[in-house]
């Protein structure tokens, strides 16, 4: 009988110490995600078959440099990256856009959508970063997130979709980019359509 009875007491600490163990971790994550106010993407790169690409849905909204913005001004291929000033990994990838851009800007149409931001925050995170395509500020609205909705959410910040030539979700990144290679050769494949 005590054999039994430490047996269960030695198997009840292991399973408790398992429980304590993934709660405290899945806290600090929770913990980190609260405190950081974003829900950080993986990296994972969805791409899109052509035969089951759909176009998201039309969205408008002001400009952080002022006037309107409409979606349906969007023509040819598109990337589209989700941000706000504060978000450590959209900071990180904010010069790998503005390359992006100056290597392909006469190509395809960039826009930002600013998921939280005043026009003041984000003119200046525009300003710091040497971020020259316009953003829509969204913090309002959410239609610009509401218009991926059903297809393929930008559901981390930072998200980045590429549009193909018809305007419609050819590929999303979710999480930062930390190099030019991936943007280009999604973008260089849209183009070569």
């Known amino acids: 009988m005590r054999d039994t009875v430490r047996r269960l007491l030695t198997v009840?600490?292991?399973?408790?110490a398992l429980v304590l163990t993934?709660?405290?971790?899945?806290?600090?994550?929770?913990?980190?995600?609260?405190?950081?106010g974003y829900?950080?993407?993986?990296g994972i790169v969805t791409e899109i078959a052509p035969e089951d690409r759909t176009a998201p849905g039309a969205f408008t909204g002001p400009l952080a440099?002022?006037?309107?913005?409409?979606?349906?001004?969007?023509?040819?291929?598109?990337?589209?990256?989700?941000?706000?000033?504060?978000?450590?990994?959209?900071?990180?990838?904010?010069?790998?856009?503005?390359?992006?851009h100056g290597e392909f800007g006469d190509r395809v149409d960039f826009i930002g959508?600013?998921?939280?931001?005043?026009?003041?925050?984000?003119?200046?995170?525009?300003e710091e970063f040497g971020i020259e395509y316009p953003s829509v500020l969204d913090d309002q609205s959410a239609q610009g997130q509401l218009a991926f909705t059903g297809i393929i959410a930008p559901n981390a910040?930072?998200?980045t979709i590429i549009l193909d030539?018809?305007?419609r979700v050819a590929a999303r990144v979710?999480?930062?980019?930390?190099?030019?290679?991936?943007?280009s050769t999604l973008l260089q494949e849209e183009l070569e359509r």
Do not use: H, K
Not at 22 to 36: E, I, N, R, Y
Not at 39 to 42: I, S
Not at 174 to 183: C, P, R
């Open 157 to 159: 910040v930072p998200s």
């Open 22 to 36: 993934a709660c405290a971790s899945t806290a600090g994550v929770a913990g980190q995600v609260g405190d950081a």
């Open 65 to 100: 440099s002022g006037g309107e913005f409409d979606s349906a001004t969007l023509d040819g291929v598109a990337l589209v990256n989700f941000w706000y000033a504060a978000c450590p990994p959209c900071r990180v990838e904010a010069p790998v856009l503005a390359e992006l």
């Open 165 to 167: 030539a018809d305007g």
């Open 174 to 183: 979710s999480g930062a980019v930390t190099d030019t290679s991936i943007l």
């Open 113 to 126: 959508v600013n998921v939280r931001d005043g026009a003041a925050q984000a003119m200046a995170f525009e």
């Open 12 to 16: 009840s600490a292991a399973v408790s």
């Open 39 to 42: 829900l950080a993407g993986d």
